[in-house]
């Protein structure tokens, strides 16, 4: 039987911390509707936390007293060292388990993203063919950007496990990437009426890490779509300001609820999504923030959604600068 912390005398003794002697004789124990005559319940506390309860009942042909107290302290002073014990030992093996997941992850990740690169190799050999038929190059264009996607998620668990970003350098011009993504929100909204717009007031160039930027951004856009199901309009815009750079990617979507504004930075929250890991903006978050950004959110519900990117667009001076 469970009962609530405070319910019956053990739970108030578990919620109070304080011992509870009740010595009853046959009349009064009926009227009060307890079970034993006698009966002692002492807490197991470790420092001030209690671990659980002692409970004692009907000492054999006399009351419980003082003395019986004292005893009854020892015992639970014992107990309670012990059940700490075991509270160290299941918590131990509890991150030894997620450690070990966290590192079969990562492996997994791993072989997936190398086998991926195998297909996506033998997908560009075949583009390559000469004549082929327009339904055909349109099914090669859809596996390309599924390939893409199981590739960047494999990229993201991988970082994701490792707890880390490594950052690789690469120069190149903020409009160059937004072409790449415009492509393939293009496939991504074919049977919609979803539009995607660039907004470029400064075409900067950058040197950060491409990919992992592209990630963040293609993310970013793709949560867009999914929250307009066919209808609407996602703008990707790109400002300069100061050594930073500031994206935004807005759409005239659903909108976030208030009470989810404060976790959707966290792992695996989703919301409103058949497939969704919850992945997508923890690792958003944790890219940008390896390049010394900051990324925030603002959305009305049934309006819009932006989020708001913003970081150094030459990653190398900035360290360089604010060393
Ligand atoms: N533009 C947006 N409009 C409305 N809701 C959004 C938007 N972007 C994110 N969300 C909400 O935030 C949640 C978390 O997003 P996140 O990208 O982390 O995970 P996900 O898209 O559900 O899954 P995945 O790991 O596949 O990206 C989404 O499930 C969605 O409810
Ligand atoms: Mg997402």
Known sequence: MNI?????????????GVEVMANHTDESREELGYQANYFMSVPLKKEDKILGVLNLTDKEGDFFNDVDVKVARYIASQCALGVD???????????????????????????????????????????????????????????????KRLH?????????????????????????????ILKHATIMTKDTNISVELNIINDLTMKVDRGKLFRVLF??????????ENDGKVVLSCEADGECVVFKVRDTGKGIPREYLSKLFQ????????KGTGLGLAIVQMIVEAHNGTISVDSEEGLFTEFIVRMPYNYESFKELHK
Request: aromatic share 8%.
């Open 4 to 16: 609530k912390l405070g319910e019956g005398v053990a739970g108030k003794v578990a919620k109070t």
């Open 85 to 147: 014990r075991f509270n160290v030992y299941r918590d131990m093996r509890k991150s030894e388990n997620l450690r070990v997941i966290g590192m079969l992850n990562s492996s997994i990740a791993h072989d997936i993203k190398n086998l991926l690169h195998i297909v996506q190799s033998y997908l560009e050999l075949i583009d390559m063919e000469e004549g082929l038929n327009p339904d055909m190059q349109d099914y090669i264009n859809a596996i390309h950007l599924e390939v």
């Open 152 to 180: 960047g998620l494999s990229l993201d668990l991988l970082d994701f496990s490792r707890q880390r970003v490594s950052i690789n350098l690469e120069t190149f011009k903020v409009s160059e990437m937004f072409t790449e």
């Open 219 to 228: 993310n970013l856009v793709s949560n867009a779509i999914d929250a307009l």
């Open 267 to 274: 792992p695996f929250f989703t919301s409103g999504k058949a």
